[in-house]
Antibody, heavy 120, light 107 residues
């Protein structure tokens, strides 16, 4: 079955960097657009970024709140999705999920998430 | 961006009762709305897409309706495993956005 497993979260100081990874299995990874979403503590879900099935840069999108600081990428040979997060802020504290996109911008499979805490 | 407002914030019900959850959009989203179930520590689960289509493997007690700016998720008879937080999401206006969630808890 479809499985998505995030890793790479942790505690980082404001201004620091983290690289999240998402390992995919159970489906043909290279056939799907993929997204990162997040959920800050006590708040709802927020879409962060997505990337097309081939990883073309012109088809990469970001939420305004992370544009210029986060970079999404993928390696279809390793069935992996990544999120490079630079210049982190306290408001980036959240559980980060990777998700498979379905029917354009719905999300039909999600990982269990990885927690990122930005604090001094 | 399109703001989705869910009501009520919390719904306290007993197993076997029915649940009606609402989602209102700040502008028309056609029928491009999905509903997700989320339990603490677990991956969110897609229940409904395109306002009324059940996702693969979702029981028939879950149904969705609505169009334009008003949407409803109905759970016909709550099972123990249905107590969770439910989110609506729109995909037609950029960026995709979610409501703030409705918690369905055990009365």
């Amino acid at each position: 079955q479809v499985r998505l497993v995030e890793s790479g979260g942790g505690l980082v100081k404001p201004g620091g960097s983290l690289r999240l990874s998402c390992a995919a299995s159970g489906f043909t990874f290279s056939d799907y657009y993929m997204s990162w979403l997040r959920q800050p503590p006590g708040k709802g879900l927020e879409w962060v970024s997505n990337i097309d099935d081939a990883g073309y840069s012109y088809n990469i999108k970001y939420a305004d709140s992370v544009k210029g600081r986060f970079t999404i990428s993928r390696d279809n040979t390793k069935n992996s999705l990544f999120l490079q997060m630079d210049n982190l802020r306290a408001e980036d504290t959240a559980v980060y999920y990777c998700a498979r996109q379905f029917n354009w911008n719905y999300f039909d499979s999600w990982g269990q998430g990885t927690l990122v805490i930005v604090s001094s | 961006e399109t703001v989705l407002t869910q009501s009520p914030g919390t719904l306290s019900l007993s197993p076997g009762e029915g649940a009606t959850l609402s989602c209102r959009a700040s502008q028309s989203v056609g029928t491009y709305v999905a509903w997700y179930q989320h339990k603490r520590g677990q991956a969110p689960r897609l229940l409904i897409y395109d306002a009324s289509s059940r996702a693969t493997g979702i029981p028939a007690r879950f149904s969705g309706s609505g169009s334009g700016t008003e949407f409803t998720l109905t759970i016909s008879s709550l099972e123990t495993e249905d107590f969770a937080v439910y989110y609506c999401q729109q995909r037609i206006n950029w960026p995709p956005t979610f409501g703030q969630g409705t918690k369905v808890d055990i009365k």
